[in-house]
């Protein structure tokens, strides 16, 4: 099992930019597929983007791609979600999950989770 803490979620304004963070624990993301989801309020979780088991692909939800970057640090056992050109319908609590499928977009493909960060995008 590997344990996940994200951060730097937050307030933004539209057009804005902020990079969330998933420090892994326990093992090391190179074992694994990992991915992130978000939930707005009254909505079901949804796939964002994932990074393969080897880290070679990328894979992004239409409603983010050309706006969000998924990486991994492999030094500091971290991945990254950088998100650009933030828009209101990004609002939502976002999570960073592990899979050792090699790659995933289904969440219940992934059966470590991260508490998630909240991120809030104004108008």
């Known amino acids: 099992q590997v344990q996940l803490v994200e951060s730097g979620g937050g307030l933004v304004q539209a057009g804005g930019s902020l990079r969330l963070s998933c420090a892994a624990s326990?093992?090391?993301?190179?074992?694994?597929?990992v991915g992130w989801f978000r939930q707005a309020p009254g909505k079901e979780r949804e796939f964002v983007a994932a990074?393969?088991?080897?880290?070679?692909?990328?894979y992004y939800a239409d409603s983010v791609k050309g706006r969000f970057t998924i990486s991994r640090d492999k030094v500091k056992n971290t991945v990254y979600l950088q998100m650009n050109s933030l828009k209101p319908e990004d609002t939502a609590v976002y999570y960073c999950?592990?899979?050792?499928?090699?790659?995933?977009?289904?969440?219940?493909?992934?059966?470590?989770w991260g508490q998630g960060t909240q991120v809030t995008v104004s108008s």
């Open positions: 326990g093992r090391t993301f190179s074992s694994y597929c």
């Open positions: 990074q393969s088991r080897n880290g070679d692909s990328r």
């Open positions: 999950a592990a899979s050792e499928y090699y790659y995933s977009t289904d969440s219940p493909d992934y059966n470590n």
